[in-house]
Structures are given as structure tokens and as C-alpha cells.
């Protein structure tokens, strides 16, 4: 069945444009679009759907970025650097650690977050997916894994607490988000 209501099908204009209709078939569509201004139009519209599906199967591939490229390049989710927020609080055990200080985390370029103090940290960030585990690293400045761990998403917030004593430093909170696997850096330079 060519025609719908009069007009050519979409499937049709589809077949005929990858030029997969019988030679009876393509001359039935040519003569239609030569009177038919609305099918002309839809043709072209087709057409260039086509052409630019072919011009992206043909395209590189870009190669994976590393973390740091990642880091150095805009939020892919845009709402994410609106989502950054605030350490909260450690639990802290009697003769244990000292209380940790209050830190805002900003996942745009630009300088780190100076933290005082080595430790613990309790990172809080405002994240969408709610009741999934999002992977979470806390990586050093040559991009060296010093935690990880699966954290739960809870209320629209994600509470990475690192219960360690790190070194003074560059730091980067690498945060996975567990639908759409984008991901995200904060940076965060901890100062005695």
C-alpha cells in the first residue's frame, strides 16, 4: 500500500528515499510528489533524516576521556552542577577523630574546594536518582583511587562518608550516577 488518505506513506518515502522500491513502485512516488507539494515536502524532510544518519554511522567515534578530561570538561548533565552541595557532618567517636568542617562542593571547572583538616568527611550531594547506588571515589591528584564505595541515594542526597584520615592535598570526588552512568568531579584541595 502506497498511499494513506490520499498521501504518500511514510514507509514509503522512507523505502524510497534508500532507493528500495521496485522500479513500477519509484515511478509511482515521482509522479505523485511532482503534484503533491505536501509529499514533496515530507520527501525532503526524509531525505535529509536520512542523509544525516548516514553522515553519523560514518563519523569517528571520540575516544573515551579519561578522568581527568572528564573533570576538565563541562557537567554532562547540566542539572548536576546545579546540585552540588554541602558537607554536613561526621559522626565523631569520644578520642577518635575531631569534627569535620563544613565544605561546599562545586562540580564546574575551576579552583578546589579548600578543605581544613584531614578527615573524616561526609560529603553531601544533591543527586536525582532516588534508592539507586551511585559509585563513588575519592581519587588523588595523579588520579590514584584512595576510597570507594557504593552510596545509596536517599531523599535526593548522597552521603559519600569517608571515615579516613587523608594526606593534605589535591583531591577529586569522582561520582558515577547509576542510570545514566554520567559522571561527575568535585574538586577538593584538603589543607592542615
Same mark, same amino acid.
Not at 571547572?109 to 578527615?119: F, I, K, L, Y
Not at 577529586?172 to 592542615?192: C, I, N, R, T, W
Given at each position: 500500500?502506497?498511499?494513506?488518505?490520499?498521501?504518500?506513506?511514510?514507509?514509503?518515502?522512507? =523505502?524510497? #528515499?534508500?532507493? =528500495?522500491?521496485?522500479?513500477?513502485? $519509484?515511478?509511482?512516488?515521482?509522479?505523485?510528489?511532482?503534484?503533491?507539494?505536501?509529499?514533496?515536502? =515530507?520527501?525532503?524532510? %526524509? %531525505?535529509?533524516?536520512?542523509?544525516?544518519?548516514?553522515?553519523?554511522?560514518?563519523?569517528?567515534?571520540?575516544?573515551?576521556?579519561? +578522568?581527568?578530561?572528564? +573533570?576538565?570538561?563541562?557537567?554532562? +548533565?547540566?542539572?548536576?552542577?546545579?546540585?552540588?552541595?554541602?558537607?554536613? /557532618?561526621?559522626?565523631?567517636?569520644?578520642?577518635?577523630?575531631?569534627?569535620?568542617?563544613?565544605?561546599?562542593?562545586?562540580?564546574? =571547572?575551576?579552583?578546589? %574546594?579548600? !578543605?581544613?583538616? %584531614?578527615?573524616? /568527611?561526609? /560529603?553531601?550531594?544533591?543527586? @536525582?536518582?532516588?534508592?539507586?547506588?551511585?559509585? #563513588?571515589?575519592?581519587?588523588?591528584?595523579?588520579?590514584?583511587?584512595? +576510597? *570507594?564505595? *557504593?552510596? @545509596?541515594?536517599?531523599?535526593?542526597?548522597?552521603? $559519600? #562518608?569517608?571515615?579516613?584520615?587523608? $594526606?593534605?592535598?589535591?583531591? /577529586?570526588?569522582?561520582?558515577?550516577?547509576?542510570?545514566?552512568?554520567?559522571?561527575?568531579?568535585?574538586? !577538593?584541595?584538603?589543607?592542615?
Amino acid at each position: 500500500m502506497l498511499f494513506n488518505a490520499g498521501h504518500l506513506d511514510d514507509d514509503v518515502l522512507e =523505502r524510497y #528515499v534508500m532507493s =528500495r522500491l521496485s522500479e513500477t513502485e $519509484a515511478e509511482t512516488v515521482e509522479d505523485h510528489i511532482a503534484i503533491c507539494s505536501q509529499c514533496l515536502d =515530507r520527501m525532503d524532510q %526524509t %531525505t535529509a533524516y536520512v542523509e544525516g544518519m548516514r553522515t553519523a554511522l560514518k563519523a569517528e567515534p571520540a575516544p573515551e576521556p579519561n +578522568w581527568f578530561q572528564r +573533570w576538565l570538561s563541562p557537567p554532562v +548533565w547540566a542539572g548536576v552542577a546545579l546540585a552540588a552541595a554541602a558537607v554536613l /557532618f561526621v559522626v565523631n567517636r569520644p578520642g577518635d577523630l575531631p569534627a569535620p568542617a563544613l565544605v561546599t562542593l562545586d562540580g564546574t =571547572r575551576g579552583s578546589a %574546594t579548600v !578543605v581544613h583538616g %584531614t578527615g573524616p /568527611f561526609d /560529603f553531601e550531594l544533591f543527586m @536525582p536518582a532516588e534508592g539507586k547506588s551511585y559509585h #563513588v571515589e575519592l581519587l588523588d591528584a595523579v588520579g590514584a583511587k584512595q +576510597w *570507594e564505595s *557504593e552510596v @545509596p541515594g536517599v531523599n535526593g542526597k548522597l552521603h $559519600a #562518608v569517608i571515615k579516613q584520615r587523608i $594526606a593534605t592535598g589535591q583531591y /577529586f570526588l569522582h561520582v558515577v550516577e547509576p542510570v545514566s552512568g554520567s559522571q561527575h568531579d568535585y574538586a !577538593v584541595q584538603v589543607l592542615k
